[in-house]
Structures are given as structure tokens and as C-alpha cells.
């Protein structure tokens, strides 16, 4: 059963200020996000858009926003296919157990000026 459904986009060009600093990267990403953004060269800017987005969409589909939630708790890795993945960690999967949702669905996209996430809960 599907019990949250969030969508969310970004526009890369703000991203573009983000990926130098550093501080800044370490604030709202984990670790292996800013590690994986910043091995990415030109088009960090994007990944970096797309994984934020995913952020907020999660929140979004959650109904009760990132208020409670540290960023950093919310990880977007690409799986050996290439597939994103959401993995979660403290105040973020406290948040989804919430909802009663075990498993968390997301899809990225970006092209030049924008990254949109599309993230699904459900209840298995």
C-alpha cells in the first residue's frame, strides 16, 4: 500500500555555488554524498540538484516536511546498475517508521537547468 507520495525540483544553478563549499556540502549531504558529488567534475552541479531534490521530495511524501529530520540522515546512492537508492539513518528513518512505510521508491531526473525527484513510500 502506497501511504506517501512526494515531487520535488531544483534548479541546478543554484547547486553551482554549493559544490565549492565545502561546509556548506557537509551541512546538508553525508559524507558518501559529498564524496560521490564531488568525484562527478562538471556535472556535479547536477547530481548534487538531483540528491537535494530527492531531500525534499522525501519530506514531501512523508506529509510532515523536513522539520524534524537531519539532511545528512537522508542518503541517495546509486546502486551497481546505476539505479538511485535512498538509504536512511537516524531522524529520517525514525520519520519514515512513523508513517508505518518500509520501503521508499525514488526517481531522479535533470537536465540542464533543473533535477526532480519523485519519491513513493509504501507499506509492504
Do not use: C
Amino acid at each position: 500500500m502506497i501511504t506517501g507520495i512526494g515531487v520535488d525540483a531544483v534548479y541546478v544553478k543554484r547547486m553551482e555555488k554549493w559544490v565549492s563549499n565545502r561546509k556548506l556540502l557537509e551541512k546538508f549531504f553525508h559524507f558518501d554524498e559529498v564524496a560521490y558529488v564531488t568525484s562527478r567534475g562538471k556535472s556535479a552541479a547536477l547530481s548534487l540538484a538531483a540528491r537535494f531534490a530527492a531531500k525534499e521530495a522525501f519530506g514531501k511524501a512523508l506529509g510532515t516536511g523536513l522539520s524534524n529530520i537531519t539532511l545528512k540522515d537522508i542518503m541517495v546512492v546509486n546502486n551497481d546498475n546505476g539505479r538511485p537508492e535512498i538509504k536512511l539513518f537516524n531522524t529520517a528513518q525514525n520519520a519514515l517508521e512513523k508513517t508505518g512505510a518500509n520501503k521508499v521508491h525514488i526517481s531522479l531526473t535533470h537536465e540542464r537547468d533543473s533535477a526532480i525527484a519523485m519519491v513513493v513510500l509504501e507499506k509492504i
